[in-house]
């Protein structure tokens, strides 16, 4: 009789498409809400967009329970105004220890401490840098989660951050991670056709096209992609960021 080993992988991929378009004067966010695991949807409504910052908001696919683990590590760091304390992971015990301060000192508020000290808040730019340090930290055993970090600089311009697993990460004018990125990258590069970093003098990286056009463009790569990719569907989450402030739109996918 064949002896059996036991395959047991500690990541799973849920599957699902992230986008972010940068323009002059705007970002956009987009993912999908399909979570799966293999050929089973553990959820049809499940967001893949966080806030980290006011201007700074981030997409992720891949290992969800990873994502969740690095949201709340930038959580702890950054996040816009909760309450974090300092703590470790005890590999002995296997869980989170929050470090308590001598009489009742107060818990820090880490933004607040960031504005303190440069009278601002945490930029697009700077997160996109926190989050870099964050992921090459893990990168022994890293997070298994594939990003997108858009918003808007210190200049009011649209910006763009596209990752790999160990925090190695580029600025660019529009990018797209997860189940269906080789579908739509593709349809991307034919329709914004990025300059090349190598040009001199540089370029700016952010997409000629309106916000109304970039929107409809974000939608229509989401349709394509949904008709090829059985990870990508259900619906549809557009976050929007100018100077204005941010919105959020939905519109509906296939269900199958």
């Given at each position: 009789?064949?002896?059996?080993?036991?395959?047991?992988?500690?990541y799973d991929?849920n599957?699902g498409s992230?986008?972010?378009?940068?323009?002059?004067d705007?970002?956009?966010?987009?993912?999908?809400?399909?979570?799966?695991?293999?050929?089973?949807?553990?959820?049809?409504?499940?967001?893949?967009?966080?806030?980290?910052?006011d201007?700074?908001y981030?997409?992720?696919?891949?290992f969800?329970a990873?994502v969740?683990?690095?949201?709340?590590?930038?959580?702890?760091w950054?996040?816009?105004?909760?309450?974090?304390?300092?703590?470790?992971?005890?590999?002995?015990k296997?869980?989170?220890?929050?470090?308590?301060y001598p009489?009742d000192?107060?818990i820090?508020?880490?933004?607040?401490?960031?504005q303190?000290?440069?009278?601002?808040q945490?930029?697009?730019?700077?997160?996109?840098?926190l989050?870099?340090?964050t992921?090459?930290?893990?990168?022994?055993?890293?997070?298994y989660?594939f990003?997108?970090?858009?918003?808007?600089?210190?200049?009011?311009?649209?910006?763009?951050f596209?990752?790999?697993?160990?925090?190695?990460?580029?600025?660019?004018?529009?990018?797209?991670?997860?189940?269906?990125?080789?579908?739509i990258?593709?349809?991307?590069?034919?329709?914004?056709k990025?300059?090349?970093?190598?040009?001199?003098?540089a370029?700016?990286?952010?997409?000629?096209?309106?916000?109304?056009?970039?929107?409809?463009?974000?939608?229509?790569?989401?349709?394509?992609?949904?008709?090829?990719?059985?990870?990508?569907?259900?619906?549809?989450?557009?976050?929007?960021?100018?100077a204005?402030?941010?919105?959020?739109?939905f519109?509906?996918?296939r269900?199958d």
């Amino acid at each position: 009789m064949t002896k059996q080993h036991a395959n047991w992988s500690p990541y799973d991929n849920n599957g699902g498409s992230v986008v972010a378009i940068a323009g002059a004067d705007y970002c956009v966010v987009a993912a999908d809400t399909r979570m799966s695991t293999g050929y089973s949807i553990l959820t049809r409504g499940y967001s893949k967009i966080s806030k980290l910052a006011d201007k700074a908001y981030m997409a992720s696919s891949g290992f969800q329970a990873d994502v969740k683990a690095l949201q709340k590590h930038l959580w702890w760091w950054d996040v816009g105004g909760h309450e974090v304390a300092i703590g470790f992971f005890d590999t002995k015990k296997l869980e989170y220890v929050m470090l308590l301060y001598p009489d009742d000192m107060p818990i820090y508020h880490f933004p607040q401490i960031y504005q303190h000290q440069h009278n601002k808040q945490m930029s697009c730019p700077a997160m996109a840098q926190l989050l870099s340090n964050t992921l090459y930290f893990k990168r022994f055993f890293p997070y298994y989660a594939f990003n997108v970090l858009g918003g808007l600089d210190t200049e009011g311009k649209g910006c763009v951050f596209t990752y790999d697993a160990v925090g190695s990460y580029e600025r660019v004018g529009y990018s797209a991670q997860g189940s269906g990125s080789t579908l739509i990258m593709p349809f991307l590069d034919n329709q914004l056709k990025s300059p090349s970093p190598l040009l001199l003098p540089a370029v700016d990286a952010v997409t000629p096209l309106s916000e109304g056009e970039a929107i409809d463009l974000v939608k229509t790569v989401f349709a394509s992609a949904t008709e090829r990719d059985i990870y990508t569907g259900d619906r549809l989450e557009i976050t929007v960021l100018n100077a204005n402030g941010t919105r959020t739109e939905f519109m509906e996918l296939r269900k199958d």
